[in-house]
């Protein structure tokens, strides 16, 4: 699979979570779901700041709730596919949708 594939594949599969209502997108939301355990993975864009990356990590360690965090595509662009205010952070509610996000990223 190609880059571009890969790409399109990713960005299909945040679009369904996100009008099924399994996702949630800002530093606040996903801090909030992530302590009531709801969240199954993290997305963050590469271009997210390392001070917002660092609340998300260490809300994450400090639950010692293993969810998978990765960073992927840039603010702007994803936001623009899910039709979202800028955000870099974007959080996962459904354990299929994290696993078939999580084959797709690392293939």
């Known amino acids: ?26 530093t606040d939301a996903c801090l909030r779901d992530l302590r009531k355990n709801n969240l199954k ?6 271009d997210t700041s390392p001070k917002t990356v660092k609340r998300i990590t260490d809300a994450r360690n400090v639950l010692e709730n293993f969810v998978p965090i990765i960073r992927w595509g840039t603010q702007k662009e994803l936001s623009m596919a899910l039709g979202l205010p800028v955000s870099g952070i974007f ?9 078939k996000l999580l084959e797709y990223y690392s293939n």
Do not use: P, T, Y
């Open 91 to 99: 959080g996962i509610k459904d354990g299929q949708f994290a696993a």
């Open 41 to 46: 993975l993290i997305i963050i864009a590469e």
């Open 1 to 26: 699979m190609d880059n571009e594939e890969k790409k399109s594949h990713i960005i299909n599969l945040m679009q369904f979570a996100r009008k099924a209502g399994k996702m949630v997108s800002g």
